[in-house]
Structure formats: structure tokens, C-alpha cells
């Protein structure tokens, strides 16, 4: 058979293409190494990604199945300073109530959910190869399923495989930011305490000391299940390595690392200080990076495929699933108008998805600037109530929010002038030299945030050695 399209990855962007592109009538393939459900980091989601959800048609499963996000707090190491931002002082409908999810569960339902309105899922099957120029212009995917091997081929190729970065890697186009170089940590815990904003949803991000240049990143996903996350960077990782095996405790030192971690940090040693860990660590390193090509007349990467920042800002799955609907739509133009006109379209669309993707890494590097902002230490006024401030607030709160795509220009000369350094001290003495208005929540309650959710549904893996902090 002949598809029209052949997807590497059934992860959220993956999923999302083959769902926008079955709906326009084409015959689209999902190939998908694992078995879903399957664990995956990047579960706080962003207020921008809730009209996706609608337009996809899973937005009213989403809400009887995942925690809701009102906002985000920022707390300093020590815990002497925090600042709450919520999404509902710059966004005035539903959509502000975002979603915690378990990846697990989230990506099993966008999967399926393709496959409910007509694309076709191969589960557990390998993509080995890839030949871009087969007959006719078509591509060639070989890729092994239960040890048996299947040849498949179709007019485009989509790939999707986020870090597993598949034509990037093969084609030497995979390169590092240099100034990113940092490893991720994540597991859930049982037992938890909920306290500080967590039993109302918030997302918490906690920076930890200067010299690690990282952070926790703590997220509600159930009612007795916390995702806690850690970032450090590359230096610190490997000093502290280097400690555990002097001190020869090399054995399963990443996790020794992350219970480290978890007790010297003020907010993590209190919350968690009689849980237990509820699933195997996950550790991602070398995830900031980017492809030169990313599309061409019959392939193009589309989310963490061909480029990825750093989670800081949840940006991971909006910017995935929005670009793999804005390159349908491009996709529908290449089949219908034919090349000169589809490549246009494309070009478009690239341009646009760039824009998005520029302005999030100026956003991050400002993040990790320490001559910068930091957030914890911002006065997040309601600028409805504070003349004057309007700008400098919400600018900062749609970023957060995730307005990457529509205003992207417009947020960019923002960050610019921020990197400018009389321009910051100016808007230095404006935000963070207020008096503490900030929120201490975003006016929820627990049974809003919560619901019906019911953990046995949200578990997808077991206890795993009832390790404590």
C-alpha cells in the first residue's frame, strides 16, 4: 500500500499530525517503537495548548482525567521568596485552567485518538531505515515489528520521533547548544505532602543555588501522585558524580544524586519528607539541541524531531502539536497545489514555527542569565488593578502562558530589551522593586483542581523500591 504519509513517533506531535492529517482525508501511518502507555517527562501543560485539545476533541476526556493548572509559582532555593503568576489575570476564558498530566496516559489518548478519526498505528514497531528517494519521488521506511521485517511507503515522510531525533542523527545535521548543556531528572512519589500552592494546582519551579544553575520542577498529577523533576547542569552533575565515586558509592549514584538534591532544597525536603517514590527515574541528558534542515520536498521534523530547548517552560508539547497542525494545513497545499505552491506554503509555516522557537530560547537563556531576572523574586500584580504596569506584567504572563506563536515578534524586542542593561534596571526598578502584591494562589480549590480523578486510573507503573527522601 501507498500512504500518503508515514509518521516516525506516536508521541503528542506524532499523534496530533496523524490525526489533522486522516481528517483531511489522506492516508496517514503512525510508527511507534513502543508500547503505549509508556512513562515520558514534560507533564505540566501550557493555557495556549487548551483550543488544540478542543480542536482535536479531547479536551472534555482531558478534564475528567488530569489535574488542572491555574498558574505557576517561582520560589528561590531557601524559600525566603516566591512569586505566583496565574493565567487568569491575561486570559479571560476557559482556557486559562490548564492541565498537569501523566505522560503515560496523555500520550496513549492522543494515539488513540488519531487512530479514532482514521489514521493507522503500528505499536512496538521499529523504523530501521529510511530511503528518501524512492520511485517516483516516494519514500521507503524499513522497520522491524515482533522480529519480523515490513517495507513501507508513502508520498511524505513526517518525523516525529522527538529525542530519538531520527533523520537529524542519521544525517549529521544533530547539533548541541552549547550553552544548554544540562540532564534532567524525573520520577513521581507517593505520600507527599500537599502544601505551598500544590494542593491548588499550581506548577512549582524552585532554582536552586547559583553554581547548579538548575531547577525542581514539582506538578501535581493525581491526588496522591507528585511529579518532581530536577534539572542541574552538565558541571555540577559531573563534580557530584565524581563525590559518590570517591566515596564508592558509584552504584546507582544518579539516584543517590537525586535524593541529594531533593533533601538540601527547602521545598522538596518538606513536601517530601515521608514519601516514597512511586516509579523508576528517568534521566534525559543531551536534550538541547537542533537540526539545520528540518523539511524538504518529501520529508520534514516536526517538534523535539528537529529542535529542543529546555523544559523550563513547559514548552515542549504546544510548540509540537501546534506546529504539526500549522504543517498540515501546509502539507494539504503540497498535495493539492503541487510543489511550487506547497513549498511556499512551507516555507511560510517554517518561518512562523521559527519565530516561535526563537523566541522561547531567548526566554530560556534570560532564565538561566544570573545577571537576569528571577521570577521568585518578581511581584506578579493582577495588571487590571495597577495602572501603568500593563506592559511589563503581561508580557511576562503571556510568555508563561505560551503565546509563542502569535506574537512572537512583539515578545522578542521585549526580551531584547531586557538584555539590555540600563533598559533592565529600569524595568528592574519597575517590577521587582514593587511592594509584594503578589497571589499566594489563583483562587481554586482543591475539588476544582482535583475532581473525580481517581489515581488507580492515573498509575501506570508500580512502587519501585519504596525508596524515601
Known amino acids: 500500500m501507498l500512504y500518503d504519509f508515514i509518521i516516525i513517533g506516536g508521541g503528542p506531535t506524532g499523534a496530533s499530525a496523524g490525526t489533522f492529517l486522516a481528517r483531511k482525508g489522506y492516508k496517514a501511518l503512525i510508527l511507534e517503537k513502543e508500547i503505549f502507555p509508556r512513562q515520558h517527562v514534560g507533564e505540566s501543560l501550557l493555557p495556549f495548548c487548551y483550543p488544540l485539545f478542543e480542536e482535536l476533541g479531547v479536551l472534555d476526556e482531558m478534564k475528567k482525567r488530569f489535574v488542572r493548572k491555574p498558574g505557576a509559582r517561582f520560589s528561590n532555593h531557601d524559600g525566603t521568596s516566591s512569586s505566583t503568576w496565574c493565567f487568569k489575570n491575561i486570559i479571560h476564558d476557559d482556557s486559562y485552567l490548564s492541565f498537569h498530566v501523566v505522560r503515560a496516559d496523555f500520550d496513549k489518548m492522543l494515539l488513540d485518538n488519531a487512530v479514532k478519526n482514521g489514521a493507522e498505528k503500528r505499536e512496538g514497531c521499529k523504523v530501521e531505515k529510511v530511503d528518501l528517494n524512492g520511485p517516483n519521488g516516494t519514500v521507503i521506511v524499513d522497520a522491524i515489528q515482533d522480529e519480523t521485517r515490513h517495507t513501507f511507503q508513502a508520498r511524505f515522510l513526517i518525523d516525529a520521533s522527538g529525542q530519538d531525533t531520527f533523520l537529524a542523527k542519521r544525517s549529521g545535521d544533530k547539533n548541541a547548544y552549547q550553552d544548554l548543556d544540562r540532564i534532567a531528572f524525573l520520577t513521581h512519589w507517593k505520600g507527599a505532602k500537599y502544601t505551598q500552592g500544590i494542593d491548588v494546582g499550581l506548577l512549582q519551579i524552585v532554582y536552586l543555588e547559583a553554581h547548579k544553575s538548575g531547577w525542581f520542577g514539582i506538578q501535581p498529577v493525581g491526588k496522591d501522585r507528585l511529579s518532581v523533576g530536577l534539572v542541574v547542569n552538565r558541571k555540577y552533575l559531573k563534580e557530584q558524580k565524581e563525590k559518590f565515586k570517591r566515596s564508592g558509592n558509584e552504584d546507582d549514584w544518579q539516584k543517590q544524586f537525586y535524593l541529594q538534591e531533593v533533601r538540601e532544597c527547602s521545598l522538596t525536603r518538606e ?199
Open 271 to 469: 513536601i517530601l519528607a515521608h514519601a516514597e517514590i512511586a516509579q523508576p527515574l528517568i534521566a534525559v541528558s543531551d536534550y538541547s539541541y537542533f537540526a539545520e534542515k528540518t523539511f524538504g520536498s518529501n520529508f520534514v521534523m516536526l517538534g523535539d524531531a528537529g529542535k529542543f530547548l529546555d523544559p523550563i517552560f513547559a514548552s515542549g508539547v504546544y510548540l509540537g502539536i501546534n506546529s504539526s497542525k500549522m504543517f498540515a494545513n501546509a502539507l494539504d497545499l503540497l498535495f493539492k497545489e503541487g510543489q511550487e505552491e506547497g513549498m511556499k506554503a512551507m516555507i511560510a509555516t517554517k518561518k512562523h514555527i521559527d519565530g516561535a522557537y526563537n523566541l522561547v530560547e531567548k526566554f530560556v537563556n534570560i532564565f538561566y542569565d544570573p545577571e537576569s531576572f528571577n521570577l521568585a523574586t518578581l511581584s506578579s500584580v493582577s495588571e487590571s488593578n495597577y495602572s501603568g504596569y500593563e506592559t511589563a506584567f503581561s508580557l511576562v504572563h503571556y510568555l508563561l502562558a505560551g503565546d509563542f506563536f502569535n506574537n512572537y515578534e512583539r515578545y522578542s524586542d521585549f526580551l531584547d530589551m531586557l538584555k539590555n542593561p540600563k533598559q533592565f534596571a529600569r524595568w528592574k526598578n519597575l517590577v521587582v522593586n514593587k511592594p509584594n502584591l503578589h497571589e499566594k494562589t489563583c483562587g481554586h480549590n482543591y475539588e476544582t483542581i482535583f475532581g473525580e480523578i481517581d489515581d488507580e486510573l492515573v498509575e501506570s507503573t508500580s512502587i519501585n523500591g519504596n525508596v524515601r527522601a
